[in-house]
Structure formats: structure tokens, C-alpha cells
């Protein structure tokens, strides 16, 4: 039998700071001390050679339950679709015009991060209705 493992998501961007921060607002997360010996993250950049500064950010679930997200410097822009995506699970439990309009508000908070909308999946026989996002680089994400 195996045991169940721990895992992190990866992102690849542009400016991995910026986009941890953005994450954090959406999911609450946070973002961890400054690597020991260093007082703040600009401190710990200033620190590194130029190639290495900003080249990663990471955030987590303050209460351990949700997996560590981390942010990588590349250098190609995003060009296709997601592969994978994150659902931000604002409506679980709730159906109809009480979901929507759940999501709808929680749509309005993550457009005034910068986040934008990109469509409304209506609800049909098999699913609830979401909204299909993307993140301030252009990754997609659902508000589910």
C-alpha cells in the first residue's frame, strides 16, 4: 500500500514575486520568513548574484492543509493553454443563483487584484456553473 505524499504546485512566470503575492491574496496564503540570515526578501535578492535574484517566490497555507505553491523565473512567455490549472473552490455547496452569485463576488475581488474573468460556464445536468479566469500572467484558473 502506498502512502500518501505531499506535494507543491509550480508555476512558471515572468516575475514569480508578483505572482505568489497575487495568490496569496486569492487563497489566503502566506508568504514564508526570509530565508535565516536575512531580514527581509529584498535583503536575501540583494545577497544573490544578479543572473539568480527574483528567480523564485513561494507561499503557502498557513494552516498546513493546502500544498506549497512556488513561483519560477523562466524566460518564454506563456503561449498555450494550461496543461493543469488550479479551481479556487468559492461555491462548494452552494447551487443556482445563490453559487452564482457567490462567485460572482468572489469574481470582483480577484478582477481588483488583477485577475481577469475570460467566461461563465453555466450550469448544465452534469455540473454546478464557474467562472474561468486568469491569474495577473495570463494562467488560467476556475472560481468553482
Known amino acids: 500500500m502506498s502512502s500518501i505524499k505531499q506535494f507543491q504546485v509550480t508555476f512558471d512566470c515572468a516575475d ?3 505572482v505568489a503575492r497575487f495568490w496569496c491574496e ?3 496564503y502566506v508568504v514564508p520568513p526570509p530565508p535565516q540570515g536575512h531580514t527581509t526578501w529584498d535583503d536575501f535578492n540583494r545577497s544573490l548574484p544578479a543572473a539568480e535574484r527574483n528567480a523564485w ?3 503557502s ?3 498546513g492543509v493546502g500544498p506549497r505553491l512556488f513561483f519560477q523565473r523562466v524566460p518564454e512567455g506563456k503561449v498555450v493553454k494550461n496543461r493543469v490549472h488550479l479551481c479556487v473552490r468559492a461555491g462548494t455547496g452552494l447551487v443556482g443563483q445563490e453559487r452564482l ?3 460572482e463576488a468572489e469574481c470582483a475581488r480577484l478582477v481588483a487584484l488583477g485577475a481577469v474573468r475570460v467566461r461563465l460556464l453555466p450550469a448544465d445536468e452534469d ?3 464557474c467562472i474561468v479566469m486568469q491569474d495577473i500572467e495570463g494562467n488560467e484558473f476556475c472560481l468553482d
Do not use: H, K, Q, Y
Request: a negative charge.
Open 127 to 129: 455540473n454546478e456553473s
Open 26 to 28: 486569492v487563497l489566503g
Open 101 to 103: 452569485a457567490t462567485l
Open 57 to 59: 517566490f513561494a507561499c
Open 16 to 18: 514569480p514575486e508578483r
Open 61 to 63: 497555507d498557513p494552516s
